[in-house]
């Protein structure tokens, strides 16, 4: 799902089969533990976000177009996102997908029916079933 083109071609695959989409849940990862920035290199922090964030966008854009009023995104990270681990750097920034969150909402189509309200004041559970405001 690193490529826009697979992530277009899943939607459009999953529409011709179902007929439309009502639920986005994003959850793609990739975690490789690293214990000193200075060995990170740009590869892994590049091939970090091409799996855990940049999908999250490509799914959005690609999906809102097939979805009606009553529709919903959802974005989920682990618990690292929100406690930060200083061996998975590149891993715990997967918080901005929360951000993508809140700006692909207003991009529905009906957010002006006040659907999209459930996500500003929504507390995310991450995988570990703890909440954060």
Request: charged letters at 20%.
């Amino acid at each position: 799902m690193k490529v826009e083109a697979n992530c277009i071609k899943a939607v459009e695959e999953t529409v011709k089969t179902l007929g439309r989409i009502d639920i986005l849940f994003n959850n793609a990862a990739q975690q490789l533990e690293n214990h000193d920035i200075l060995t990170l290199d740009s590869k892994q922090w590049e091939d970090t976000f091409a799996v855990n964030i940049h999908p999250y966008f490509y799914f959005a854009k690609a999906v809102i177009p097939h979805m009606q009023p009553g529709s919903a995104i959802v974005n989920n990270a682990s618990i690292n996102a929100y406690i930060g681990r200083p061996d998975l750097l590149d891993y715990t920034c997967k918080f901005l997908p929360f951000a993508l969150q809140l700006c692909t909402t207003e991009q529905l189509p009906f957010s002006d029916q006040g659907s999209n309200r459930f996500f500003h004041s929504w507390s995310f559970k991450s995988n570990c079933g703890q909440q954060t405001d």
